[in-house]
């Protein structure tokens, strides 16, 4: 070692890590994982709901292709119970306190549909559509409205 070295430590070769920064380095990916591990968790679950969504607007517009054939004075395109499509279903939609006109069970879905006739206009219909399910976290509900014409 030459005098040059004595006075600038910083060139000599270093060995190795110190434990402290081998620790150090260990705390901070295991940081990372569990930050990736709780990333990929809320991702589960949040493509999970978007299925559940999705399975339920499916279902829906599959209930208004049914709706739709069906002739004017039908009893399923009727407001059986006289409250004007404005009926509770589910989870506090249109908090009228009625029944549903019409409902019926898909798998882990109910679709309820309550019918108004004369609204918007004269000689329509309109129908909402509400598909419920329960979760973990609770009720949840997926709402559609269709406008039949005379």
Not at 122 to 147: C, F, H
């Amino acid at each position: 070692m030459n005098k040059s070295d004595a006075m600038h430590p910083s060139t000599q070769c270093n060995a190795g890590y110190s434990l402290l920064e081998a620790l150090v380095a260990v705390v901070v990916l295991a940081i990372g994982i569990i930050g990736f591990a709780m990333l990929q968790t809320t991702n589960i679950q949040t493509n999970a709901y978007a299925r559940r969504v999705t399975e339920a607007t499916v279902l829906l517009q599959e209930q208004i292709e049914v709706l739709s054939a069906l002739p004017w004075g039908d009893p399923s395109v009727s407001d059986n119970n006289g409250n004007g499509g404005n009926a509770t279903v589910g989870y506090g939609l249109n908090a009228v306190g009625a029944a549903a006109d019409n409902s019926t069970i898909v798998g882990s879905y109910t679709i309820s549909w309550n019918v108004a006739d004369d609204i918007p206009f004269n000689n329509t219909k309109t129908i909402r559509l509400i598909a419920t399910w329960t979760e973990s976290q609770g009720g949840k509900n997926v709402t559609m409205d269709y406008i039949k014409a005379r």
